[in-house]
């Protein structure tokens, strides 16, 4: 979804992000060894993201409230389901629009687009770190998805390799009864994945005509 609003994926082939080796940007350790360069690297990110719009993908999912009772669950740490309109957002790996104290993970503040520098600091005086989930953290809203899983109706998954553990594992928990619509311009050999429909297009040009679809 954010990669047609013209945002780069999360990793290239290199396994660099941002030309940034993972381990230095997106770890704990990172964070403890230079938290001025994590700050520096996730605050061009947010920068990034609000500099670009939601795209006819994300406007027809806020088209789709009109009918459906609509939960998005996402591994996008960007806030443009949000800035789209739609009401219900679930974010797995986290917020760049929100800060953290480092020391409590529940004392959680939104900052939109602005930066944060060292000696910024939550409630409790401890500095801010961004609200993202780093490799080696636990996913807090695991569970929460996969409840969403169980019970929705129709399931939709939009632009994911579904390679990536544990998000890629969600899938498990949808019914085989429930039908699933998928999204994405690659193929896709997952067995469980056989019965799906597959619009194999660009979630720009695929989520409208899914939607389209399923409203009319």
């Given at each position: 979804m954010s990669a047609d609003s013209g945002l780069r994926t999360f990793r290239d082939a290199d396994g660099l992000w941002e030309g940034h080796a993972i381990q230095e940007v997106a770890t704990p350790e990172g964070w403890q060894k230079n938290p001025e360069k994590v700050l520096n690297f996730y605050n061009e990110r947010r920068k990034q993201?609000?500099?670009?719009?939601?795209?006819?993908?994300?406007?027809?999912?806020?088209?789709?409230?009109?009918?459906?009772?609509?939960?998005?669950?996402?591994?996008?740490?960007?806030?443009?389901?949000?800035?789209?309109?739609?009401?219900?957002?679930?974010?797995?790996?986290?917020?760049?629009?929100?800060?953290?104290?480092?020391?409590?993970?529940?004392l959680i503040i939104d900052i939109g687009s602005k930066p944060i520098e060292i000696g910024d600091t939550a409630e409790d005086g401890e500095q801010l770190r961004p609200h993202v989930v780093w490799f080696g953290e636990r996913v807090p809203n695991m569970d929460k998805a996969a409840q969403i899983?169980?019970?929705?109706?129709?399931?939709?998954?939009?632009?994911?390799?579904?390679?990536?553990?544990?998000?890629?594992?969600?899938?498990?928990?949808?019914?085989?009864?429930?039908?699933?619509?998928?999204?994405d311009p690659a193929e896709h050999n997952r067995e469980d994945l056989k019965n799906w429909n597959h619009i194999q297009e660009k979630a720009v040009y695929g989520v409208p005509k899914l939607v389209d679809k399923l409203i009319n």
């Open positions: 993201a609000w500099e670009v719009d939601p795209h006819a993908g994300h406007k027809a999912l806020t088209e789709l409230e009109n009918q459906y009772d609509v939960t998005i669950v996402t591994q996008n740490v960007d806030s443009l389901h949000e800035r789209a309109g739609s009401s219900d957002v679930v974010h797995l790996h986290g917020n760049l629009s929100k800060a953290r104290s480092e020391k409590d993970p529940s899983m169980r019970q929705a109706d129709i399931i939709i998954v939009i632009g994911t390799s579904l390679v990536v553990y544990p998000a890629a594992g969600l899938i498990d928990y949808v019914p085989s009864s429930t039908p699933g619509y998928l999204v």
